[in-house]
Every structure is written in C-alpha cells, then in structure tokens.
C-alpha cells in the first residue's frame, strides 16, 4: 500500500490553496477556563462548503484527467463531503451526482443542489449507499470520489494539519495533543499524518460518536470494523457506517487512543463553540471540542489543538443545541 506521508499533503496544498481558505486557528480564555488546557480551534466551517470536505474533493477532482472530467463524478455523503465534490465539480465544469440518506439534514441537501449537483436520495434501513453509486458508476461511467478511502482526498484534508503547524509556529507555540473527529478517517488520517511529522511527541486522539466506535475498534483489531446498527445520533455527519481501508493502514502506525461524546456532550459543545467563540458548528464537527470540555482525558495545563470540521447545523438541532433542550 502507498507510504502516505508529509509530501503528499505538500502537494495537496500546493494544488488546492488557491481555491481555499486559510481557517483561523481560534482561541479564547474563556474556553481555556472552561477546557482546563490551552485550547486551539481550527474553525472549519467557516471554509468553503462550510466544512473541511472541500479539501480533499477539490484535491481528488483536479487531479483527474479530461476524459473522466467530462463523465463527471459521483460519491455519496452524509452531506459535507457531498458539498466538497459539487463545489470542486462546479469550479472545473463537470458534472456530479450526489448520494444522500433520506436524513441528511435539509441544509446539506440544499447546499449541494445549489452548488449544481444531481441529488439521489436512498433509505439507509433499506439500502446500501454503495450499492446505489455503484449502479451509477455502471450507468453513467462516473468517476467515484471517496468520502475518505482515498490517498488524494486524504491529502487533502491533511491540509487542515498543515495549517495548524503553521498557525502553532507563527505564535511560538509547542502541542501537545490532537484531538480530531473521525468517522470514515479521511480527515484523522489525513491530519495527524501532518500533525505529527511536526510535533512528533503530541499524544493523538479519535473522537467517535458513543455508538459508532467503528475505528477505534479497528484500531484494536487492525482491519475495518463497521457499525452493525443503525442507532440514531445528532451526530450524522460522523455516523457513517464503514471506515476506509486506507486511512486505517495510516492511522494504525501512530499510537492513538479513542473517545466517544454522547449527543448531549456535543450539544453542549455546540453552544459552547457559539457562546465562547461565535463559531456556529455542528454537533458531530463539535465531538473533539466535546471530548475536551467533558475531560474525557486528562489534558490539564497542555497545549491542545482540535478541528471543529464543520458548521452545517440543521436549525433546530441548533435552536436544540443554544436552549439546552434535549
């Protein structure tokens, strides 16, 4: 399997950092109290698309050829990566198709077909996403784009470790932790590669939804897990049921440790990030920032980094979310 490594998500920025923006690395005394540590957050959703996704889609789409560009592309998504792949698609004028659970929260959806995708729908009790782009892919020729099993989209969202070493070093400051949400791992894989070539003694965490702890499973057994239920969370965006081959064979040579936030921690998060930063997150975006206000670790007097990944909150989660009502 490839040596993913540093240069590959050199060149992911190379490629993509005229397209994006340079998220702030976010921190206030206020959640430095309430966290107990020296918090800083990369505030993805104020990036394009609202979340993090844009990265590594828009790394994936330009490196295709013509030939696959004018077939255009398909993936499926609980909504974030799905906005990635119809931005990227739009910004080069090609087409794209956009497989979405009949639950991903109504803004998504919106956001993808204003970007100007195709949207097919599935019912995730009855029917395999994969299935479903798989039987586009046949019809259509499509090129697929991963939401996370995928070297080029992993780079991409290396991107965003990248840019904390770079914000940490601009202020004098050392890490030493990591906490990162993780669902299929293209995001963890992608940035605790980055992160750790620079600060090779930060302690690197997972943050998974209680219920869904599919690659902190892997991660023990050394092959992919997946959730064989299908429970409900407010975390949808990291609820996915299957982790990627490829991100596990990275993430399985660092020594990581994995935590679990139920849906009232991360609603708690969410207003936290709202009240202390003025940063509207969504609540599976918000499970790293949960993990630290909740001390699921012991991270007293360290210099912490987390990734809010992203801000494509259904309203009344997030009404949910600021009244405290469960």
Request: charged share 20%; glycine share 8%.
């Amino acid at each position: 399997m490839k040596n993913f490594d540093l240069d590959d998500i050199r060149r992911a920025a190379d490629r993509i950092n005229p397209h994006i923006v340079r998220t702030p690395l976010l921190s206030t005394p206020m959640l430095d109290e309430a966290a107990g540590c020296k918090l800083f957050v990369k505030a993805e959703p104020l990036q394009l698309t609202g979340s993090f996704k844009i990265r590594g889609a828009l790394n994936k789409v330009l490196s295709l050829d013509a030939g696959r560009l004018e077939r255009g592309v398909v993936t499926y998504s609980a909504g974030n990566h799905g906005q990635g792949v119809a931005a990227a698609a739009r910004l080069v004028g090609c087409p794209a198709v956009i497989v979405l659970p009949q639950t991903a929260p109504a803004i998504k959806i919106d956001s993808c077909r204003w970007w100007g995708a195709e949207i097919v729908l599935y019912d995730p009790q009855t029917q395999q996403r994969e299935a479903v782009a798989d039987k586009i892919i046949e019809q259509r020729g499509m090129t697929f784009v991963s939401p996370f099993d995928d070297f080029d989209v992993m780079a991409g969202q290396g991107t965003v470790g990248l840019e904390i070493c770079e914000q940490l070093e601009e202020r004098g400051v050392s890490l030493d932790a990591l906490l990162v949400n993780c669902s299929g791992g293209g995001l963890s894989s992608g940035v605790i590669t980055a992160v750790t070539a620079k600060y090779p003694q930060a302690k690197c965490y997972i943050v998974e939804p209680q219920g869904f702890e599919k690659m902190a499973h892997s991660l023990v057994s050394g092959s992919p897990e997946r959730n064989t239920s299908v429970p409900k969370t407010v975390m949808d965006a990291i609820s996915g049921p299957v982790v990627g081959t490829k991100p596990l064979s990275v993430l399985l040579r660092h020594r990581l440790a994995g935590i679990s936030v139920n849906d009232e921690e991360a609603l708690r998060a969410v207003s936290a990030a709202f009240r202390l930063l003025k940063l509207v997150v969504e609540p599976g975006a918000a499970a790293s920032l949960a993990a630290v206000i909740e001390k699921k670790v012991d991270l007293a007097g360290k210099n912490v980094a987390i990734v809010c990944s992203g801000g494509n909150v259904d309203p009344a989660i997030f009404a949910r979310a600021l009244t405290g009502r469960q």
